[in-house]
């Protein structure tokens, strides 16, 4: 441990959200940091991870099952700050992200209805309402130059409700959730297309390859944060060249398809833990946050 905390602090906010049912975030704050410590006055990069289906004792850190292995999240939570109480918006996908993404309460943005709560169906037009304002909307863009959405999104599957439509510029993922779609995972997928992975507006593989797509994300996690900055104009005063200097940061939505059914696994984490198919896509989505954890 360093004498001087400042020396320690990492210049990115980590928010971990654990499930749509049980809730818990962290971030990367040194013991011994304030509120009215420097990191509080400064831009800082902007990390949100979103597990799905994944329970409040899933996790090492809340006393989880001895058959589950989280060592990443635990780090994180060690690290950080750990709250044991949280109020979740709903229990189940689209109204939970609605909430995340808006701060506001799923019947206030008409994401709700039902034990389904308003849950976007793989063949819905509609989507989170396009009058609503996100958090990536309101990220001010003199001091945020470059937002990327990666994962499960499932607030509306149309273009113009697509993450690249609502303040971010970049996304790879499914746009909802993964059983939602056929794959070789769950071939018996009712009434729903083959599941399709896209990038930004476009989608890239039909069906997914959900072998391979937590690496992709890990991969595409990677780039994105240790991208150079785009160069910036030169022209303006003398402070607002200032700004643009020292304004290289980013803001990363991760939203997993893990821990939510078929638990589908690379072949790499197949049948390593005690848990069956359940811990096995935990342990993956363990470490695809850690991954993302050490290039950022």
């Not at 654990?18 to 006055?41: I, W, Y």
Request: hydrophobic share 40%; charged share 20%; with cysteine.
């Amino acid at each position: 441990r360093t004498t001087n905390p400042m020396a320690a602090i990492s210049s990115v906010v980590v928010v971990v959200v654990v499930g749509a049912v049980s809730v818990a975030t962290a971030a990367e704050q040194p013991t011994g940091t304030t509120a009215t410590s420097p990191l509080f006055n400064t831009t800082p990069n902007i990390l949100v991870f979103f597990a799905d289906d994944l329970g409040y004792g899933d996790a090492g850190a809340f006393a989880a099952h001895p058959t589950l292995e989280t060592p990443n999240l635990d780090r994180l939570a060690a690290s950080g700050v750990r709250f044991t109480q949280w109020y979740s918006a709903f229990h189940v996908c689209s109204p939970s992200r609605a909430s995340l993404m808006t701060g506001r309460l799923p019947t206030r943005v008409g994401v709700a209805g039902g034990w389904t709560g308003g849950v976007f169906a793989a063949t819905a037009v509609g989507g989170l309402p396009e009058n609503e304002t996100t958090w990536a909307e309101l990220l001010p863009r003199d001091a945020y130059d470059r937002t990327m959405a990666i994962g499960k999104w499932h607030l509306g599957q149309q273009a113009r409700y697509l993450p690249t439509h609502r303040g971010f510029d970049q996304y790879l993922g499914i746009p909802y959730s993964v059983d939602m779609g056929a794959s070789a995972w769950k071939p018996n997928a009712a009434n729903a297309p083959p599941l399709p992975l896209l990038e930004n507006d476009t989608v890239v593989e039909q069906p997914v390859d959900l072998n391979t797509l937590s690496e992709r994300y890990v991969r595409a996690a990677t780039q994105f944060v240790q991208r150079p900055s785009p160069e910036r104009p030169r022209d303006g005063s003398d402070a607002q060249k200032e700004r643009r200097a020292s304004a290289s940061k980013f803001a990363l939505y991760v939203a997993f398809n893990h821990v939510h059914v078929p638990d589908y696994v690379s072949p790499r984490f197949c049948n390593t833990t005690r848990r069956g198919r359940f811990g096995d896509a935990l342990k993956e989505m363990d470490w695809a946050l850690g991954a993302i954890l050490d290039a950022a």
